[in-house]
């Protein structure tokens, strides 16, 4: 089912001026306070379900990091009146999915089944939100196989290196804690910590229903006021987060692997929010220097210099912030070569900009990505959520490739200078400390993190 593809438009990487045509949507709030979007398409027997509600990791309460991942993993494993192997057995009966996750600011169920199951599917779906049960004998397995996870993220360099500069990039902000959980929080996470997230965040006032597939809307909105409209109004949730501070001048972290033979490396600050209003130059300028296997990075750092093969960089975006990051790894003899490397590339970025070429290039290679995203059920769903989320204009997509076209290359530059740092930069090495500390302090002040203190 994962391979049906919708052709929901005709566009190609290259086809920038045309406009984008979506099915209709129709938009309603229920009694007890839920959105639901229906959006039919009917070229294929699908009906895909996604619902989001506000709230995620970031309201982990410190030293109960994981809360609201654990909570969204286990909604699916045992409800009233099924077990986790009914929930299993009922989902893959029907070729159907079935699953419920969490994210920063937000918690995500979702479900797709051929439309003649779609009433089964729906019925599971709305069991799974509105009545999870969180058995003890779920929490504790998850509970251990999270805590195995985490010894086996040591022999991740990528990993280590993430975490490490999230950690320390954000210092402090929610969003800089470990989402998944720490030893310590996931072992003293309680069903109590569990059902209380869940009926913080888990009530229809604060949640969106989008549905996409094979209906008829009449039809379908009268199947979804059945499901939950019982659902019982809750208090509205106030999240008050603050915007992550940049960090001032530079300065570098080696988490100490003595026996990596090569270096992992994340270069960055923070970033920007989701609705910043440079959102769209960002992509582009990004797009040109980090993102694909035509980008400067990739050119400069392995075609030409051999130093990798592979680098990229991005700006990853949440409600309250975000990050600006460079990832790269190399040989442990090639650190310096390589951190040179990448400093001086951003600076000629920063006092270049781009070449027409490149700004060309770099707006029909978002657009092809975002025709692409535009084409399955699960896709359009999560961007429709999205709109509800984030507060975007309703006319959001419609409209991407307007903006996407109005960049232009002062509006590159104007934004690499302004968000591509380079003298404010943290930079975090997973390395063997006592070879690479003494030739790195030149970037800046360092500090040695050992590798079982990193991930915690």
């Known amino acids: 089912m994962k391979q049906l593809l919708i052709v929901l438009l005709l566009l190609s990487s290259t086809a920038l001026g045309q406009k984008i045509q979506l099915p209709p949507t129709t938009r309603h709030t229920l009694e007890n306070g839920l959105t639901v979007i229906l959006m039919e398409y009917k070229k294929v027997p699908v009906v895909y379900f996604r619902m989001v509600v506000r709230g995620g990791s970031a309201l982990d309460a410190a030293g109960l990091e994981g809360v609201a991942s654990i909570a969204a993993s286990l909604m699916r494993e045992g409800t009233e009146t099924r077990s986790s192997a009914d929930i299993a057995k009922a989902i893959d009966f029907i070729g159907g999915s079935l699953s419920v996750s969490a994210g920063a600011d937000y918690c995500a169920a979702s479900a797709e089944v051929l439309k003649k199951d779609m009433a089964t599917g729906l019925e599971l779906f709305a069991d799974v939100t509105l009545h999870p049960t969180f058995p003890p004998e779920e929490i504790e397995r998850e509970r251990k196989q999270r805590l195995a996870n985490l010894e086996g993220l040591k022999e991740e360099p990528s990993s280590v290196a993430g975490i490490t500069f999230n950690k320390n990039v954000y210092d402090g902000h929610p969003y800089g804690r470990q989402s998944f959980g720490t030893k310590a929080s996931l072992e003293a996470i309680t069903r109590g910590d569990l059902a209380a997230f869940y009926q913080t965040v888990f009530v229809p006032n604060n949640a969106t229903l989008v549905v996409v597939g094979d209906f008829l809307s009449a039809e379908m909105l009268d199947m979804t006021k059945a499901a939950f409209g019982e659902w019982k109004t809750g208090d509205k949730l106030e999240v008050n987060i603050q915007q992550p501070a940049k960090l001032q001048g530079r300065k570098v972290i080696l988490v100490n692997k ?58 990853p975006a949440s409600l309250y912030g975000g990050t600006y990051s460079i990832s790269t790894f190399t040989k442990n003899a090639t650190v310096t070569e390589m951190v040179d490397a ?19 290039k770099g707006q029909n290679y978002i657009a092809g990505s975002f025709a692409r995203s535009l084409q399955s059920p699960e896709a359009l769903a999560a961007r429709l959520t999205d709109i509800e989320l984030y507060g975007f204009q309703k006319n959001h997509l419609e409209t991407y490739m307007q903006k996407l076209r109005a960049v232009s290359l002062d509006d590159v530059k104007r934004v690499v200078q302004k968000y591509f740092l380079l003298d404010d930069l943290l930079i975090v090495l997973v390395t063997p400390a006592q070879e690479t500390s003494p030739k790195v302090g030149k970037y800046g002040p360092v500090s040695v993190v050992e590798l079982q203190d990193a991930i915690q």
């Open 342 to 360: 990448v400093l001086e590339e951003i600076g000629k970025y920063r006092a270049k900009g781009a070449t027409a070429d490149e700004l060309k």
């Open 258 to 315: 003595s026996d990596a033979t090569q270096t992992q490396m994340v270069f960055g600050n923070i970033g920007i929010d989701i609705k910043n209003p440079d959102y769209f130059p960002i992509q582009v300028a990004n797009t040109i220097f980090g993102s694909g296997f035509t980008s400067r990075l990739i050119d400069e750092l392995r075609v030409k210099r051999s130093l990798t093969y592979g680098a990229r960089s991005g700006f």
